[in-house]
C-alpha cells in the first residue's frame, strides 16, 4: 500500500513531529510503503526527515495561494501513483491535485482553526475552500479529537464521513543527562514548573505566569521554566516584569531535546485555551509528571480528563489550589494510568489509520 502523506513544511511543529512518528512506525510494517510530499521542502526538521529513508517530494509551493495550473498537474501526478493521499493540512492546489488524481483520500484535521488571533481576509477564503473541500468530496476525515470533531461539525462538515483519530506519541525519546545535570546544577533546590511549547496566541501563556505570580505569593522557592519560542515572547517577558516576577522566570527558548527539560519539571502546566489536542500532555504524562491544564483547553483536557480529572482546572484559584497540592505530594501512577497511556501511542495511533486505509481502498 503506498501512502503520501502531505504537510506543509520541514519546521518544527507539531503537525511535522506527528507526521515523523506516524511515518516512523509505518515502516515498520511491510503493507505500507510511506512517502512525504512537502509544500516547501524546507525547515529545521530535515535532517531527521531525511533520516527516515523515504521518499521526500518537494511540491514547490510558494504560499498558501500559489494556485499554477502547471504544479497542480506536477502534484497530481506524484498522487495518481499513490494508494492513499494523507493530507494532514490545506492547500487549494493540493486538494484540487487530489481530487484530479481521483487517488483515495484521508484529510487528519489538526485543528488549524487560527485560535488566538484574528482571522485575515487569506483566513477566510482558506476555510471558504477548505468547507467547500470537506463537503463537496469523497474525503474521510480524521480528527485529532472530540474537541477538533465537535468545531468541525460546527462550522466545516457535519456528516458521516468524520470520525475521531486521537493522536499517538512515541514514547522512544531519550533523556540527556548532561542537559539535566545543568538543570541541576542551576535549580536543584527549586520547585520546577514547566510548559514546553510555541509561545503563541492561543497557547495562553500570560495565563499561566499570573497563576505563577499568585503562587510565588506562598511558595518563594518556586521558579517558571518556559521552553518555547514564538511571537509573543517579548510580551511575555514585559508581563513578567510588569509582575515584578522577572527573576523567576526562565524563558530557556527553543529546544530540540525537549524531553529533557519536561524530565526536570516538578508539575508540567499547559495553559491552551481551544488546544486542538496536546501532545507535549501526553509526553509529560509518559515522564510521569503531573499535568495542570484549564477546563477550556479544547482538546487537551480529554487526555487529562483520563488521568487525573481534578486536574482540569476550572479557573485560576482552582489551578493555584492544585499547585499547592503538588508543592507537599508526590504525584501518584498506577498500572490503570500506564494503560491510558498506551491509547495516547505511536503504535495505537498507525493501526487506526491502517484500518481507515483499508477501509476506502
Known amino acids: 500500500?503506498?501512502?503520501?502523506?502531505?504537510?506543509?513544511?520541514?519546521?518544527?511543529?507539531?503537525?511535522?513531529?506527528?507526521?515523523?512518528?506516524?511515518?516512523?512506525?509505518?515502516?515498520?510494517?511491510?503493507?505500507?510503503?510511506?512517502?512525504?510530499?512537502?509544500?516547501?521542502?524546507?525547515?529545521?526538521?530535515?535532517?531527521?526527515?531525511d533520516a527516515l529513508d523515504v521518499p521526500l517530494i518537494n511540491l514547490n509551493l510558494n504560499s498558501g495561494y500559489d494556485f499554477n495550473p502547471l504544479k497542480i498537474n506536477r502534484i497530481r501526478k506524484v498522487f495518481k501513483q499513490q494508494d492513499i493521499v494523507h493530507l494532514h493540512g490545506f492547500h487549494l492546489s493540493v486538494a484540487v491535485a487530489a481530487l484530479l488524481s481521483r487517488t483515495k483520500l484521508i484529510y487528519t484535521e489538526h485543528g488549524n482553526f487560527g485560535f488566538g488571533r484574528n482571522h485575515t481576509r487569506s483566513d477566510k477564503f482558506s476555510f471558504l475552500f477548505r468547507r467547500l473541500f470537506f463537503r463537496w468530496s469523497s474525503v474521510n476525515i480524521c480528527c485529532n479529537s472530540n474537541f477538533t470533531k465537535w468545531y468541525l461539525k460546527k462550522h466545516f462538515y457535519d456528516g458521516p464521513r468524520s470520525i475521531t483519530v486521537h493522536n499517538g506519541v512515541s514514547f522512544n525519546k531519550k533523556i540527556k543527562s548532561g542537559i539535566v545535570d545543568v538543570l541541576k546544577s542551576e535549580y536543584s533546590d527549586s520547585f520546577v514548573i514547566g510548559t514546553t511549547t510555541r509561545l503563541a496566541g492561543f497557547k495562553r501563556i500570560d495565563r499561566l505566569i499570573e497563576v505563577f505570580a499568585a503562587f510565588l505569593k506562598v511558595?518563594?522557592?518556586?521558579?517558571?521554566?518556559?521552553?518555547?519560542?514564538?511571537?509573543?515572547?517579548?510580551?511575555?517577558?514585559?508581563?513578567?516584569?510588569?509582575?515584578?516576577?522577572?527573576?523567576?522566570?526562565?524563558f530557556e527558548g527553543f529546544q530540540q531535546e525537549v524531553t529533557s527539560y519536561q524530565s526536570f519539571f516538578d508539575v508540567a502546566i499547559f495553559p491552551s485555551q481551544n488546544e486542538p489536542f496536546g501532545l507535549v500532555a501526553v509526553e509529560c504524562l509518559k515522564l510521569q509528571k503531573p499535568v495542570l491544564v484549564f477546563k477550556d483547553g479544547g482538546g487537551i483536557c480529554e487526555i487529562i480528563d483520563r488521568f487525573t480529572p481534578e486536574d482540569v482546572c476550572e479557573d485560576y484559584n482552582v489551578m493555584l489550589d492544585r499547585l499547592l497540592y503538588y508543592s507537599k505530594n508526590k504525584y501518584e501512577w498506577s498500572d490503570e494510568k500506564s494503560a491510558e497511556l498506551d491509547y495516547f501511542s505511536v503504535s495505537r495511533m498507525e493501526r487506526m489509520y491502517f484500518n481507515q486505509y483499508k477501509s476506502i481502498l
Open 1 to 49: 500500500m503506498r501512502v503520501v502523506h502531505y504537510i506543509v513544511s520541514l519546521g518544527f511543529g507539531g503537525i511535522e513531529r506527528l507526521v515523523y512518528d506516524l511515518v516512523s512506525e509505518q515502516k515498520i510494517y511491510s503493507e505500507i510503503k510511506p512517502s512525504v510530499g512537502i509544500a516547501k521542502l524546507k525547515g529545521e526538521f530535515k535532517t531527521e526527515f
Open 219 to 250: 511558595h518563594k522557592n518556586a521558579i517558571l521554566m518556559i521552553v518555547g519560542d514564538g511571537p509573543k515572547k517579548e510580551q511575555l517577558m514585559e508581563k513578567t516584569n510588569a509582575l515584578n516576577i522577572a527573576s523567576k522566570v526562565v
